[in-house]
């Protein structure tokens, strides 16, 4: 089974940057993803990390580290419409995707 | 348009009930997903399908149960609805390959009472 861990909020300015940790345990590891979720909205793709590194998408990176089970989602020059839940997941063997319980960032003007 | 249609995407249902929630998708994915999603606790796998004719059990699978006849369609039942089963339920389906990403439904939010 999946043991995700990521913390349930957090606060930034607008503009600023800010790195949302996520720690797993896994019984078999086969790729790691982040997820956007906007309030009472379905969850859309951001970023999917199967090797140790950096992933960079426009003002959204992902780091993975396998051997420590931890990963981030780094959002830069933060606005408004990044006030969202960021779900971590991570996905075993049978190809199925696990969830953390979410993080859910406000930004401030 | 393509993507994941369910419905439907709310209703309040009596203990006791039987209730089936359908998902169909037109993109030719090979997997599909059902989760429910509860404050706090996350995106929860309830039942999978990694191709027609196959399913298998998610972490919350008792009290529902699946089918998956045909790629498209992949419906959810409540055989006998209980108040813990209140939820906002997402369906999700992705295309084999190593991205693997889930292409989520909209949603039903479904309440037991």
């Known amino acids: 089974g999946q043991n995700i861990d990521q913390p349930t909020e957090m606060t930034a300015t607008e503009g600023a940057i800010v790195q949302i940790n996520c720690t797993y345990q896994t019984s078999g590891f086969n790729g790691l993803f982040w997820y956007q979720q906007h309030a009472g909205e379905a969850p859309t793709f951001l970023s999917y990390n199967v090797l140790d590194g950096l992933e960079e998408k426009g003002r959204f990176s992902s780091f993975l580290s396998r051997s420590k089970g931890y990963s981030y989602l780094l959002l830069k020059e933060l606005q408004m419409k990044d006030s969202a839940s960021y779900l971590c997941?991570?996905?075993?063997?049978?190809?199925?995707?696990?969830f953390g319980a979410g993080t859910t960032v406000t930004v401030r003007a | 348009i393509a993507g994941i249609t369910q419905a439907p995407t709310s209703q309040i249902l009596a203990a006791g009930r039987r209730m089936t929630l359908r998902c169909t998708q037109d993109m030719r994915h090979n997997a599909m997903y059902w989760y429910r999603q509860d404050l706090g606790l996350g995106l929860r796998l309830i039942h999978y399908?990694?191709?027609?004719?196959?399913?298998g059990k998610g972490e919350v699978p008792d009290g529902y149960s699946v089918s998956r006849a045909n790629t498209d369609d992949f419906p959810l039942t409540l055989a006998s609805a209980v108040p813990s089963q209140t939820s906002v339920y997402f369906c999700?389906?992705?295309?084999?390959?190593?991205?693997?990403?889930?292409?989520f439904g909209e949603g039903s939010r479904l309440t037991v009472l």
């Open positions: 999700a389906s992705s295309k084999a390959g190593d991205s693997g990403e889930l292409f």
């Open positions: 399908s990694n191709t027609a004719g196959t399913t």
């Open positions: 997941a991570v996905r075993d063997q049978d190809y199925k995707l696990s």
